[in-house]
């Protein structure tokens, strides 16, 4: 009845090295006091500890399998980390799902303020009588190009493309009919300029053919994760593949590639394609027949000599 609760994450933390680290670094955070006993330090805690901590996350981990296979001698790691330090089942989030667990897990905070409440969540629609469902850990929107990192195209206005352009041919033509072809410096300069005009308006043509915004998989993640707000701290991290962690501002002092929830090279949310050459697929090409369970592609490939 209640085994889903302890079946969403998996979780290691291993203490290397020096272990105050609980307090003097993570819980050291602007605006937190200190414990009693210990008089408030002016040092930033990375200099106060050189202890290290290790969180290792398994989506889906359930601590009764996980105790079992320790006890077969399966996993030998984890059951010396579990001799050495506390082990135990923990209860996970309400609802019990993935996205939910991992924002919780990732901020300190229940899904009433992670702004992650579920795969699902009801939409309430202006002039709609009833709620109807809507996906409750991701969003689409259209960002500006400016505010897009790593748009694939300038989010220049329209008079600053086309000073662009005109600067760029008049640099160009000047050269081409001056010191290439000899013209003289009034020609040249007359020829120069009047293909600057025609760049200048071509490039200002050209900008109301580009977007002005850009589609966005968003993140609804309301709350700070614990690696940002170690690293305002002074303690520096790295994050590998963390769940519901992509669509935030890079962050000074931890270093995070983004993993479960993370869109896909075409703007999508985890699209993916596997090429097999399995000999029970048939698809050859995306479309109905190839589509799986979790919002891939599956496509046949033909082996050849």
Same mark, same amino acid.
């Given at each position: 009845?209640?085994?889903? !609760? $302890?079946?969403?994450?998996?979780?290691?933390?291993?203490?290397?090295?020096?272990?105050?680290? &609980?307090?003097?670094?993570?819980?050291?955070?602007?605006?937190?006091?200190?414990?009693?006993?210990?008089? /408030?330090?002016?040092?930033?805690?990375?200099?106060?500890?050189?202890?290290?901590?290790?969180?290792?996350?398994?989506?889906?981990?359930?601590?009764?399998?996980?105790?079992?296979?320790?006890?077969?001698?399966? @996993?030998? *790691?984890?059951?010396?980390?579990?001799?050495?330090?506390?082990? =135990? /089942?923990?209860?996970?989030? *309400? /609802?019990a799902e993935s996205p939910v667990s991992w924002a919780s897990l990732n901020c300190g905070q229940n899904p009433a303020k992670t702004g992650v409440p579920g795969f699902v969540v009801r939409s309430f629609e202006?002039?709609?009588?009833?709620?109807?469902?809507?996906?409750?850990?991701?969003?689409?929107?259209?960002?500006?190009?400016?505010?897009?990192?790593?748009?694939?195209?300038?989010?220049?206005?329209? =008079? #600053?493309?086309?000073?662009?352009?005109?600067?760029?041919?008049?640099?160009?033509?000047?050269? !081409?009919?001056?010191?290439?072809?000899?013209?003289?410096?009034?020609?040249?300069?007359?020829?120069? &300029?009047?293909?600057?005009?025609?760049?200048?308006?071509?490039?200002?043509? !050209?900008?109301?053919? #580009?977007?002005?915004?850009?589609?966005v998989v968003t993140n609804r993640l309301e709350t700070v994760p614990f690696w940002e707000q170690a690293a305002r701290a002074?303690?520096?991290?790295?994050?590998?593949?963390?769940?519901?962690?992509? %669509?935030? $501002?890079?962050?000074?002092?931890?270093?995070? @590639?983004?993993? @479960?929830?993370? /869109?896909?090279?075409?703007? *999508?949310?985890?699209?993916?394609?596997?090429?097999?050459?399995?000999?029970?697929?048939?698809?050859?090409?995306?479309?109905?027949?190839?589509?799986?369970?979790?919002?891939? %592609?599956? @496509?046949?490939?033909?082996?050849?000599?």
């Amino acid at each position: 009845m209640h085994s889903h !609760l $302890h079946r969403v994450a998996f979780l290691v933390c291993v203490p290397l090295l020096a272990s105050d680290w &609980g307090h003097s670094r993570l819980c050291a955070q602007p605006g937190l006091p200190e414990p009693a006993g210990k008089a /408030p330090s002016s040092q930033p805690a990375a200099a106060q500890s050189s202890g290290r901590v290790i969180v290792l996350g398994i989506d889906g981990g359930d601590f009764r399998t996980a105790k079992s296979l320790m006890e077969q001698g399966q @996993l030998p *790691n984890f059951a010396a980390l579990a001799e050495q330090g506390t082990a =135990g /089942p923990l209860s996970t989030t *309400n /609802p019990a799902e993935s996205p939910v667990s991992w924002a919780s897990l990732n901020c300190g905070q229940n899904p009433a303020k992670t702004g992650v409440p579920g795969f699902v969540v009801r939409s309430f629609e202006e002039g709609q009588a009833s709620p109807l469902p809507s996906i409750g850990f991701f969003g689409n929107e259209q960002r500006a190009l400016d505010q897009v990192r790593g748009a694939p195209l300038p989010g220049w206005s329209a =008079g #600053l493309l086309a000073g662009v352009c005109a600067l760029a041919a008049l640099a160009l033509f000047g050269v !081409l009919f001056r010191f290439v072809l000899r013209v003289r410096a009034v020609p040249a300069a007359v020829l120069s &300029g009047a293909l600057a005009a025609l760049a200048a308006v071509g490039g200002y043509k !050209l900008r109301g053919y #580009l977007p002005e915004h850009y589609p966005v998989v968003t993140n609804r993640l309301e709350t700070v994760p614990f690696w940002e707000q170690a690293a305002r701290a002074g303690v520096r991290g790295v994050v590998l593949d963390a769940a519901q962690a992509w %669509d935030r $501002h890079d962050f000074e002092g931890c270093d995070v @590639l983004a993993g @479960l929830g993370v /869109p896909d090279a075409r703007g *999508n949310y985890n699209g993916f394609t596997l090429y097999t050459t399995d000999e029970f697929v048939f698809a050859r090409a995306p479309g109905p027949d190839s589509s799986t369970p979790s919002a891939g %592609d599956r @496509l046949r490939l033909e082996e050849r000599d």
